[in-house]
């Protein structure tokens, strides 16, 4: 899980800001 958290960051950091909002909705899916 950890690890995937450490990845999830990484993404986030990648990630477009246009996608970031949707991309949240995901995470927060996942929690």
Known sequence: I???KTA???CLTSVKNE???E????IE???
Request: glycine share 0%; hydrophobic share 50%; net charge positive.
């Open 19 to 21: 996608d970031k909002l």
């Open 2 to 4: 950890v690890h995937k």
């Open 8 to 10: 999830t960051a990484l």
């Open 23 to 26: 991309f949240s909705k995901i």
């Open 29 to 31: 899916a996942v929690k």
